[in-house]
């Protein structure tokens, strides 16, 4: 399920999580809130993405 | 317990996610208010924040707070809001935060809540125990 996650820490840091997408869908899911709260100054995309274009769902299940 | 199992079925579908850092920038006034409105604080257009030995700060907007101090909120060259205010006798920083990291929290709370009810997305609110706040966003994304 997709879904996204905004960390708001006690220094006033913040950190946008997003899950269960595929693709650029993801930036386009997190744009709209990564540019109304202020400047990005680090993206990570996690090990499960560049994995995504050669193992395909079928082969890791 | 549900959070959990959602993540072993994310890995099972190999969704991809990614993360984000922001460095909050205060542009939303209407946002700032509500920050304000939770802490118990009154927020003024067009007023003079009370500063050292009663001095005043013709300010965009004045925070106005129960000590002596108030926050005034400017415009800076970038188009941003800068807050300012006396920190000399701790009154600010009680209710704001040491350098407004309190204040500054809950803008940014109420800002991300603001624009995704504005794409009718549905916001879940949770304070963590190390004091952080989490929104959970859910809905056409």
């Not at chain 1, 930036?27 to 395909?56: I, M, N, Y």
């Not at chain 2, 190999?14 to 208010?33: C, E």
């Not at chain 2, 188009?79 to 009680?94: E, I, M, R």
Request: glycine letters at 10%; a positive charge.
């Amino acid at each position: 399920m997709k879904r996204v996650e905004v960390i708001i820490d006690a220094d006033g840091g913040i950190k946008i999580d997003a899950h269960g997408f595929s693709g650029p869908d993801c930036d386009k899911a997190t744009r709209f809130l990564e540019s109304a709260l202020g400047v990005a100054t680090k993206k990570h995309k996690k090990p499960e993405h560049a994995q995504q274009a050669t193992q395909g769902r079928k082969a890791v299940q | 317990m549900l959070q959990p199992i959602e993540r072993l079925n994310e890995q099972k579908e190999n969704k991809m996610s990614h993360w984000t850092t922001i460095k909050t920038q205060i542009r939303d006034a209407g946002a700032l208010t509500a920050a304000a409105r939770e802490l118990g604080l009154t927020i003024i257009p067009n007023a003079l924040a009370r500063g050292w030995a009663g001095a005043t700060k013709e300010s965009a907007y004045v925070i106005k707070l129960p000590g002596e101090f108030d926050i005034a909120v400017n415009r800076a060259a970038d188009g941003t809001f800068a807050l300012d205010a006396d920190f000399y006798d701790g009154s600010v920083a009680k209710i704001a935060g040491e350098g407004f990291k309190r204040l500054i929290q809950l803008y940014g709370v109420h800002k991300a809540t603001i624009e995704a009810r504005r794409k009718g997305l549905s916001v879940t609110r949770q304070t963590m125990s190390n004091g952080s706040i989490k929104l959970a966003i859910q809905g056409a994304l």
